[in-house]
């Protein structure tokens, strides 16, 4: 590494010699160049202000649920707007004394141009914006940045009341319409119950109790016809005879004999155990059986007989008129008894329909209701998110919100900024060192010519004996000399040229 | 054979340049060498170098006006750096001593104050001796260096100085007449001559090989420098490389690319190439 520093370092020695008009007079241009452009370089003052968006202050957390406070949101985005915007450069224009109201139009815009690309904001995180501009004028500088960084903070509170205002505004209108809604359907729900009487609530529960009764009722009439009928049709029975007293006598004389041969026959069969059947006392039983059986016939066929023939001796007889008169009573009570139950049926079917008639107008009630309840919901949350807007507007114009304030306020520089008149008198010191030692070592590069030794040996493998130089004579040694004085005068020339310059611009 | 030399120095005294002896002598003398070289030999040969004639030598401050090398010089960087290639060259020499050229990658450098250092480097030992052979055309750097009176004066009028391509050209100008002695210890010079311009045409004459071989057979540790125009462009250089023994490229700082030391290279071929000098500043 060394051996190859050394080798450039050589290098641009040899050739800076070599080449010593060239190097000399790249020497005396690049200073006089940067001499020049010091000379004329223009100071620039930079003035720079400092704003802080605050948007937590000591209401914060107290008007916390209720109001909300509004944020700028990008403050930086507003900072560059404004920026663009022309009303607010011209604003500035006005206030740093650029122009007046005479100004030409050409002016203003290519002033505007100006301000513009002079002006650098930036931002500290979301909260924290800068604003930097130079100017060749340090109270020009101070004046336009103070316009600034003061139209920033006015822009900034108008947006947030604006802002704050316009949520108002439409939250408001929302309730108004959520209002007009509410009312709407209040009265829908209103007019459709005036026209449904019936169906007051708890219509429904009356109708179906009453159709309950009804029916119950109505069974129970069913039952009364029912006994009645039974009862008329035994009156009548009694009335036409048969069904009187002789046959009454006559089963009991059957079951009787019926009787007595069920014990006949018991003693038979107790008989037969002993005796043979011609026993006599067991043909006598069975003797006994069959003619009790043939009196069972007898009867019978009597109480059958008997049926046939009008009972001529029971119409006439105070019970048969007593019968005719309960069978007529019979009869009426039924006639009552059903005529009250065609009511009854008619009452029902009233009911009935009154109960699908009030279900048809639940439903539309219900779906009345409910759209009036959203519209309540809707309403009162509403009117609650006015009320924040209002006490957030109302913050916003008693300035009470997020503010923007000015942290650090536009200054007026005294000391000019950027690349100064000792910056380029400095580069130039140096530059004019290494522009011509450059542009040798380049030269030495692009022409290809072997310079090294290690080119002969590594490059192009070829056996070096010696690596010599000349031997100076006393006259080249004086030549080398004066070249090596003339260049250091030369250099000495320059550096003198800039102390007077330095001396002009500073001290002068 | 320093008995021989001695007795030979005493019979030369028209040319006190250097020695002369006839070809049958350097045979004889060539082929002793390349035998056994006892340590008695290497101070004969010493001796015998040693009586070589100087009439003058440069001063430190003439030695540094010409960029030479010399016992003054301070650098020993340089000096080390040149010791070192003297060192490398003999120890790759195939026979006792050798022809070497030096010739430069590109022609706008020429090679003659190397040639002429490297040449000194061996002339600082004092059991060597050396020759700078300018066979540059173009080149009279070497003149100047050695304040060789490149004219005469004659009545005629200004006449050059005899030199290589003289010997090539007509019988009747000895070896003899071209060496000249320089204000370096131990070290000869032969200039190009008076008709530069035929060269090329004599360098590949067989004349010229004998020339050479002439030369260098006087001493046993005598070492030609040819100092040779660029092999980029040079014919010339093309048709001395077979008189030589090695080739030395020069390679200067800065003004050839990697293309142009590969195609010299190429030119020169790898069995006669001793390496490369790199030439900084």
């Keep these: 590494m060394n051996d190859i520093i050394g080798f450039i370092l050589r290098l641009v020695a040899k050739e800076a010699l070599a080449r010593k008009k060239l190097v000399i007079s790249l020497y005396v241009g690049t200073a006089l160049f940067f001499a020049a452009i010091a000379w004329v370089w223009p100071q620039v003052f930079n003035s720079a202000a400092t704003i802080i968006i605050e948007d937590r202050n000591i209401l914060t957390p107290l008007m916390k649920g209720t109001a909300q406070t509004s944020v700028l949101t990008e403050p930086l985005k507003l900072a560059k707007t404004m920026m663009n915007s022309r009303t607010t450069l011209i604003e500035v224009l006005h206030i740093g004394g650029w122009i007046d109201d005479d100004t030409p139009q050409a002016k203003i815009d290519s002033l505007i141009d100006d301000i513009r690309t002079r002006t650098v904001i930036s931002n500290t995180g979301k909260k924290i914006i800068h604003i930097n501009y130079r100017d060749r004028d340090p109270q020009r500088a101070m004046l336009a940045t103070k316009a600034m960084s003061d139209i920033f903070i006015r822009e900034s509170i108008s947006i947030k009341r604006k802002d704050s205002q316009n949520a108002y505004d439409f939250i408001d209108s929302q309730a108004e319409i959520y209002h007009k809604k509410l009312i709407f359907a209040d009265r829908a729900i209103k007019d459709f119950r005036e026209k449904n009487v019936d169906s007051t609530p708890g219509a429904m529960q009356v109708t179906t109790e009453r159709v309950l009764t009804l029916t119950r009722q109505l069974e129970d009439l069913d039952i009364e016809i029912l006994g009645e009928k039974s009862k008329l049709s035994a009156q009548r029975l009694q009335l036409s005879g048969g069904g009187g007293a002789e046959n009454t006598a006559s089963i009991e004389r059957e079951v009787a004999l019926r009787t007595r041969i069920t014990n006949l026959k018991s003693n038979l069969e107790d008989l037969r155990l002993t005796y043979e059947d011609t026993y006599p006392d067991i043909v006598q039983i069975k003797s006994q059986i069959i003619s009790t059986e043939n009196r069972i016939r007898k009867e019978i066929i009597n109480r059958n007989l008997e049926d046939k023939p009008s009972n001529e001796e029971l119409s006439d007889s105070p019970l048969a008129q007593e019968l005719r008169s309960a069978i007529l009573n019979t009869q009426t009570s039924i006639t009552t008894l059903d005529s009250r139950k065609e009511q009854l049926n008619i009452l029902l079917d009233n009911e009935r329909k009154k109960i699908n008639r009030i279900n048809a107008v639940d439903v539309e009630i219900s779906e009345l209701t409910r759209e009036s309840k959203v519209n309540k919901a809707q309403y009162n949350q509403l009117v609650e998110q006015r009320e924040s807007a209002r006490i957030s507007r109302d913050m916003d114009l008693a300035n009470q919100g997020v503010k923007a304030r000015i942290q650090e306020a536009a200054f007026l520089p005294v000391n000019p900024r950027g690349i100064t008149f000792m910056h380029i008198i400095i580069i130039g010191l140096l530059f004019s060192f290494a522009v011509p030692v450059a542009i040798v070592f380049g030269l030495t590069i692009l022409d290809q010519k072997v310079r090294d030794r290690r080119t002969l040996t590594d490059r192009l493998k070829l056996p070096l004996l010696a690596s010599v130089y000349p031997i100076l004579s006393q006259t080249e040694i004086k030549q080398y000399h004066a070249k090596l004085a003339t260049m250091g005068f030369i250099v000495a020339s320059v550096w003198t040229f800039y102390g007077i310059e330095i001396w002009l611009k500073v001290g002068g | 054979m320093s008995i021989i030399e001695s007795a030979f120095l005493k019979n030369q005294k028209k040319n006190p340049n250097d020695h002369i002896d006839n070809n049958a002598q350097n045979r004889k003398r060539r082929k002793h060498r390349t035998g056994s070289q006892t340590l008695t030999n290497q101070f004969a040969i010493r001796d015998d170098i ?232």
């Excluded at chain 2, 048709?239 to 003004?255: A, N």
């Design chain 2, 50 to 281: 040693a009586t070589m004639s100087q009439r003058r030598e440069f001063t430190k401050d003439e030695y540094q006006e010409r960029g030479l090398i010399s016992k003054y010089l301070d650098d020993s960087k340089l000096m080390n750096e040149y010791r070192n290639l003297r060192t490398k060259l003999l120890a790759e020499k195939t026979s006792a001593n050798f022809i070497a050229m030096v010739t430069s990658v590109t022609p706008d450098f020429d090679p003659t104050l190397v040639t002429v250092n490297i040449a000194s480097t061996f002339a600082l030992d004092e059991g060597k001796t050396s020759i700078v052979i300018n066979a540059n055309v173009s080149s009279t750097q070497a003149n100047d260096i050695f304040e060789t009176e490149t004219e005469t004066e004659t009545e005629a009028g200004t006449e050059t100085k005899l030199g290589l391509v003289d010997v090539l050209i007509s019988e009747n100008v000895s070896i003899d007449e071209i060496i000249y002695e320089t204000p370096i210890n131990r070290l000869r010079y032969i200039p190009i001559g008076r008709n530069p311009e035929s060269s090329a045409e004599y360098f590949s004459d067989i004349r010229m090989k004998k020339t050479m071989e002439n030369i260098l057979s006087r001493y046993s540790e005598r070492y030609l420098f040819l100092n040779a125009p660029s092999i980029a462009n040079s014919a010339d250089t093309r048709i001395l490389l077979e008189v030589c023994d090695k080739v030395l490229l020069v390679v200067p700082y800065g003004k050839c690319t990697e293309d142009n030391i590969r195609q010299a290279v190429l030119a020169i071929g790898s069995d006669k190439l001793a390496g490369i000098i790199l030439e900084e500043f």
